[in-house]
């Protein structure tokens, strides 16, 4: 059974994810308003007595129910478009990290550093140390510099995929000939988990995603120790 804090979104890790779920809440409450006023409106015609068969027009009425939608769907669409033009704002990435999946597994390229590339492959069950997450806990960590801006070049070797990590409000599609990216900021140092979002095959969900987010000096020292 199913955990009640497992039901709703994952905690956020960046300003993105931030913006989305308050747009989530957003649009749920102006649904929720909606329907208790369509639920009160049937409630109250299904036990009123008072009846009024012979009503041909009523412009005021067709004028509140046709003007009320339209002010109401632009109340969820300009938040909407304003969240969709950040996702795609990239502004002086600090770092390009190019994403390849595979069959099954993902491997990155800082293309900043020269020669500092890995494979991601899912850690197996009985090699997981105490602690970790099954099927989410991978050998190599992407690890990238917290409070930074971070660009993700993603495409694929051979079939679909989808690099997607919620709590950091990512997930774009990998396609085989095509170079799509992405951008995020994480605001807090952490371990963030996600999985290839698109059903590529027999081991789809055994190719998990980390996302290692360390103060700076700890990443200067990580790819020190990396390229020595």
């Given at each position: 059974m199913a955990h009640p804090s497992q039901l709703g979104f994952q905690d956020a890790a960046s300003p993105i994810m931030e913006e989305l779920l308050h747009f989530h809440d957003h649009a749920l409450m102006i649904a929720f308003l909606i329907s208790a006023l369509v639920l009160y409106t049937i409630t109250l015609m299904l036990t009123t007595k008072l009846t009024h068969t012979n009503a041909m027009d009523a412009q005021e009425v067709?004028?509140?129910?046709?003007?009320?939608?339209?002010?109401?769907?632009?109340?969820?669409?300009?938040?909407?478009?304003?969240?969709?033009?950040?996702?795609?704002?990239?502004?002086?990435?600090?770092?390009?990290?190019?994403?390849?999946?595979?069959?099954?597994?993902?491997?990155?390229?800082?293309?900043?550093?020269?020669?500092?590339?890995?494979?991601?492959?899912?850690?197996?069950?009985?090699?997981?140390?105490?602690g970790a997450f099954r099927l989410l806990e991978v050998d190599n960590r992407m690890v990238i510099p917290m409070?930074?801006?971070?660009?993700?070049?993603?495409?694929?070797?051979?079939?679909?995929?989808?690099?997607?990590?919620?709590?950091?409000?990512?997930?774009?599609?990998?396609?085989?000939?095509?170079?799509?990216?992405?951008?995020?900021?994480?605001?807090?140092?952490?371990?963030?988990?996600?999985?290839?979002?698109?059903?590529?095959?027999?081991?789809?969900s055994f190719m998990p995603i980390v996302v290692e987010a360390t103060p700076l000096e700890h990443f200067e020292a990580w790819t020190s120790a990396i390229l020595s």
């Open positions: 067709e004028m509140i129910w046709t003007i009320l939608p339209a002010i109401i769907l632009i109340m969820i669409a300009l938040p909407s478009l304003r969240i969709l033009y950040l996702m795609d704002e990239i502004n002086n990435p600090h770092l390009t990290i190019k994403t390849l999946g595979h069959q099954w597994y993902w491997s990155y390229e800082y293309t900043d550093y020269e020669d500092l590339s890995f494979d991601s492959y899912m850690t197996p069950t009985q090699d997981l140390p105490p409070e930074s801006p971070i660009r993700v070049l993603i495409s694929s070797e051979d079939v679909l995929h989808s690099w997607a990590v919620p709590s950091l409000g990512i997930k774009t599609d990998a396609i085989p000939g095509r170079l799509n990216q992405t951008t995020f900021i994480t605001s807090h140092p952490g371990l963030f988990f996600g999985q290839c979002s698109e059903i590529c095959g027999s081991n789809h």
